[in-house]
């Protein structure tokens, strides 16, 4: 390709599609906290998935749609690339091309739900509703009562230098058995507008358990 006169490498129509999926659902999930690992974000979520459509139809001509397959299965994107694609086609439009391609791409994993539900979350503004925190996602998401039970309990009594820092207290001073007592009162009361809608929280988990199932891409950042 030539770029400025100059000519450039520049990836293949589905090194292209692998690459924009990745970063479709790197960014859904990408947070300056803890990297992935956290409830699903909208934001963004419409314009990468328009390059996606766009890069189909640019090079709905020479896309090998069999390659496509081929190569995000060596990568262990199989998935990714199928939720990017799937999305694409409900958004944007059922056009021959793409549905066919969609039909023959789809591997047997593929997990139809959590399309729906993440087609449900782009078009929800997180900024609209109290966020669901790192500890709601690892407690809600844990494999059994007793884990999530373990986690909470972590969270509402942590070790006294946590405490300290967090209350601003000299880890030494008696104060900071109080703060024990208050904690559990403090944690309920800042996150009761969260709590309250159980079913957001379930479905945040549900996708988090997703991304993180996409191992090696996501399950190390953890």
């Not at 958004?91 to 593929?110: D, R, V, W, Y």
């Not at 703060?179 to 929280?201: N, Q």
Request: charged content about 25%; overall charge positive; aromatic content about 10%.
């Amino acid at each position: 390709m030539e770029l400025s006169r100059a000519r450039t490498l520049v990836l293949s129509p589905e090194d292209l599609l692998i690459h924009l999926s990745l970063h479709f659902i790197k960014h859904r999930f990408s947070s300056p906290e803890s990297g992935y690992n956290l409830c699903f974000i909208s934001k963004g979520a419409l314009a990468q998935l328009c390059d996606i459509i766009r890069a189909i139809r640019k090079y709905r001509d020479s896309m090998n749609w069999g390659k496509l397959q081929l190569q995000a299965k060596k990568a262990g994107m199989e998935d990714v690339v199928c939720m990017s694609l799937y999305l694409v086609k409900e958004i944007f439009g059922k056009g021959q091309m793409l549905s066919t391609a969609i039909n023959e791409f789809l591997p047997g994993t593929f997990d139809t739900d959590i399309a729906c539900l993440m087609l449900k979350k782009i078009f929800m503004k997180e900024d609209s509703f109290p966020p669901v925190t790192k500890f709601m996602i690892r407690s809600f998401g844990e494999n059994t009562l007793q884990d999530g039970l373990k986690n909470i309990f972590r969270i509402m009594f942590p070790p006294p230098e946590i405490l300290s820092d967090r209350y601003s207290i000299p880890v030494n001073s008696m104060k900071l058995y109080l703060c024990y007592f208050m904690r559990p009162f403090d944690v309920l009361f800042r996150h009761r507008e969260t709590l309250s809608d159980l079913t957001r929280i379930k479905d945040d988990t549900t996708l988090t358990r997703w991304v993180c199932s996409q191992d090696p891409l996501f399950k190390g950042n953890n």
